[in-house]
T-cell receptor, first 114, second 114 residues
């Protein structure tokens, strides 16, 4: 079974802190994604990576950066956390759409910024 | 740009009923359509993936159908149980656009009354 692991299920940080959210997948997937999910707004794509060291901005990249140094790991970085970044963060991975394109999600990381 | 709509946003039915959840999309040029389940505070769990060349997929009490010409997919749940209570989301993978052209609906929140 595909496993996508997010390192932290719950985090509480203070405004201005630097925050790292880690995601690891074990199925050699090329594609990895970071979404945030807020009530009423659905899932919104922050960043997408289709290969090591490759990244593309999603719909809401402002205030975030990402790192993909190894194929299995995709990190989301909040350089200076703000209260409006309080949210559920979801990592996902998949084979390309020209393969099956099936998407697998991690358990989510609930971030609270005080 | 692809739009994915799920109606109704919420549904409450007695245990034992068969039910249908709806997902509509505006652009029929898709690679696949995927159904997910999300329990409160958790990530998304993949239920069924229908490739564009397929009409339906089945897993246990779940059956998903795809009609590209009408821009619709349905998720049929037979003999519903309280454990089926969750939010169900659909997502299309399009032939165009970055991030594998993924577009999510906002979900149907399902409650099965014991």
């Amino acid at each position: 079974d595909v496993k996508v692991t997010q390192s932290s299920r719950y985090l509480v940080k203070r405004t201005g802190e630097k925050v790292f959210l880690e995601c690891v997948q074990d199925m050699d997937h090329e594609n990895m994604f970071w979404y945030r999910q807020d009530p009423g707004l659905g899932l919104r794509l922050i960043y997408f990576s289709y290969d090591v060291k490759m990244k593309e901005k999603g719909d809401i990249p402002e205030g975030y950066s990402v790192s993909r140094e190894k194929k299995e790991r995709f990190s989301l970085i909040l350089e200076s956390a703000s209260t409006n970044q309080t949210s559920m963060y979801l990592c996902a991975s998949s084979l390309p759409r020209t393969n099956t394109g099936e998407l697998f999600f991690g358990e989510g990381s609930r971030l609270t910024v005080l | 740009k692809q739009e994915v709509t799920q109606i109704p946003a919420a549904l409450s039915v007695p245990e034992g009923e068969n039910l249908v959840l709806n997902c509509s999309f505006t652009d029929s040029a898709i690679y696949n359509l995927q159904w997910f389940r999300q329990d409160p505070g958790k990530g998304l769990t993949s239920l069924l993936l229908i490739q564009s060349s397929q009409r339906e997929q089945t897993s246990g009490r779940l059956n998903a159908s795809l009609d590209k010409s009408s821009g619709r997919s349905t998720l049929y749940i037979a003999a519903s149980q309280p454990g089926d209570s969750a939010t169900y989301l659909c997502a299309s993978t399009g032939k165009w656009g970055g991030a594998d052209g993924l577009t999510f609906g906002k979900g149907t929140h399902l409650i099965i009354q014991p």
